[in-house]
């Protein structure tokens, strides 16, 4: 297989999701001179307690939308309401389709382990589809051809940083994004809709001040940064060599090692 184009793919399960846990590491792949990528598999149908889902929908499509502008992302549009992402095949040959046309060097995945399904089956639906990138005969919908590139895969922090089991997450490596952190809280904050949503719901007393507390949980346990992002390599095998870094090359000079 051959190195593809700096492309990194974000793929997470709803709107602000990115944002939450991977926002910081994405902007600065961006600022590193990748093209960045942004996907949310749901729509957000789910994120309000006064408006029907439709309605909702298009108000984060918008948000997401500006979301994405605000870093310089193509966003790709939605497939599924929320709460119906399901591990199953016409969804992964969808989410696989996009993954070839994107053709990226970098996949960046929420946790296997996060609080909720949505979440973990967005991760694996992510995996399996870039793992299906090379492969003739997994046909894709629409058909794509396969690409014959590597690619490295790398799963953020889970929310609360535990498992659903309270089992502490314990990254591989820590992205310092307190150059960005700025950044990531403008662009958090254009999910207008989800502040109330998530105080009431999820216990989020601040929205963007909650998403600054769990950079500055895994900035602590980094034990050097201020406010972090920890990260988790997938096993290489289906990807690319064993020593396919990218991320790692690409900002080692804001990267510590656990």
């Known amino acids: 297989m051959t190195t593809g184009s700096k492309r990194v793919f974000a793929i997470a399960a709803h709107p602000d999701d990115i944002e939450f846990m991977m926002g910081g590491t994405l902007i600065l792949l961006g600022r590193a001179g990748y093209e960045l990528h942004y996907m949310n598999i749901a729509n957000g149908s789910c994120g309000s307690s006064t408006l029907p889902p439709e309605e909702i929908a298009a108000v984060r ?10 870093i310089g992302a193509r966003f790709h549009s939605p497939l599924v309401d929320d709460m119906k992402i399901y591990y199953e095949d016409s969804l992964i040959r969808t989410v696989a389709a996009i993954v070839r046309q994107v053709d990226p060097e970098i996949v960046l995945l929420q946790s296997p382990q996060d609080y909720m399904e949505d979440h973990q089956n967005a991760s694996r639906i992510g995996m399996t ?3 299906c ?4 005969n997994f046909e894709t ?19 609360g940083v535990t498992s659903p089991l309270l089992d502490p997450i314990i990254p591989h490596f820590y992205v310092n994004v307190e150059s960005v952190l700025e950044d990531k809280r403008r662009m958090l904050g254009y999910h207008k809709s989800q502040k109330e949503w998530l105080d009431v719901t999820q216990g989020m007393d601040n929205y963007v001040y909650s998403m600054e507390q769990d950079s500055a949980e895994v900035g602590q346990m980094s034990g050097i940064f201020s406010h972090a992002e920890g990260w988790r390599r997938h096993l290489h095998y289906g990807f690319g060599p064993k020593d396919f870094d990218p991320v790692g090359d690409a900002l080692a000079n804001v990267i510590h090692r656990g």
């Open 61 to 70: 499509l918008v948000e997401a939308k500006n979301a994405a502008d605000s």
């Open 141 to 159: 919908t629409p058909p794509t051809p396969p690409l014959g590139t590597d690619a490295a895969v790398y799963h953020a922090l889970p929310h």
């Open 133 to 136: 990138r090379n492969i003739p």
């Open 129 to 131: 589809a870039a793992f």
